[in-house]
């Protein structure tokens, strides 16, 4: 069986020819390798069950939901580089956002404000928007509501749209918006969270440790040659060597909630 691929996280329809000519990159070297691998990607398994088959032979996710269930039951394949303001390499943080109408410029501003959220899972838009706050804060002491909009995309929409005030946002999914969504436009940066590993390309556990390497090469050779249109749509310059200690941090961030 040639297994499931996806690669969910940044896979905004405006990117999809991008995200399709990475996967048939991959899938090229993978087949190089020895490794069969399916003709497309898999865009309707939901995420959270595309994570945990045994059939998955490449797909991304977050870091808070790989220390927070995933370790151990995936193997790492690296952690990619991105250009956007605020990545580095196999490293990322979240971009705080408001309208830029609002005469409040920092953080600090925002007490009794009302926080767009994309989810609890999420790292960059939840658990990095709690890190940023005052040591000791939560998100419900701190802020006067919290309103949950399922993407990042959302998240921008709200502030834009007036149904909250602040937001914690990917800095690659920014660097998204400001060529894609509109909303975008509407709003300014207020600052930065910590920065973090970036999100991690993962692979079922139920491979042996030369498969994973050889789909780890595979990965890496097929970033390494992308067509500049996919690396220039997609922001994907690189990736590095991944490895489960380089997530323990994420352990304490949101303040382990």
């Known amino acids: ?22 996967w048939a990159a991959i899938a090229a070297n993978l087949a190089a390798l020895g490794i069969d691998a399916p003709d497309r990607l898999d865009r309707t398994t939901p995420a959270a069950d595309a994570w945990t088959s ?20 995936v193997a790492l394949l690296g952690r990619p580089t991105y250009d956007a303001a605020g990545a580095g390499p196999g490293r990322y943080c979240s971009i705080l956002v408001a309208r830029s109408t609002d005469g409040r410029a ?18 960059s838009g939840w658990a990095a928007l ?4 005052p040591d000791g804060e939560t998100l419900d002491g ?16 709200a502030v834009a749209g007036g149904m909250a ?10 660097a998204l918006a400001l060529r894609h969504e509109p909303a975008a436009g509407d709003l300014k940066e207020i600052g930065r969270s910590p920065d973090y590993p970036s999100l991690p390309f ?10 994973v390497a050889r789909i780890g090469e595979a990965l890496r050779r097929a970033v390494a040659d992308l067509p500049g249109p996919a690396r220039d749509a997609l922001r994907l310059t690189g990736i590095e060597d991944a490895r ?14």
């Open 244 to 257: 489960p200690a380089d997530y323990d941090c994420l352990r304490k961030s949101g303040r382990a909630a």
């Open 130 to 133: 709690i890190d940023a706050l």
């Open 106 to 123: 920092r953080l600090g501003d925002f007490r009794g404000a009302v926080a767009a959220c994309n989810g609890e899972t999420s790292q």
């Open 165 to 174: 005030d602040i937001a914690a946002i990917d800095c690659v999914a920014w």
């Open 142 to 157: 701190f802020f006067g509501a919290v309103r949950f909009t399922g993407t990042h995309r959302g998240s921008i929409r």
């Open 202 to 211: 993962i692979t079922g556990n139920r491979r042996s440790a030369e498969e």
């Open 1 to 22: 069986m040639p297994g499931l691929a996806q690669l969910p996280m940044y896979d905004w329809p405006e990117v999809r020819a991008g995200t399709d000519a990475l």
């Open 54 to 73: 045994p059939d998955l032979l490449v797909g991304q996710t977050c870091g808070r939901p790989y220390v927070n269930g995933l370790a151990g039951r």
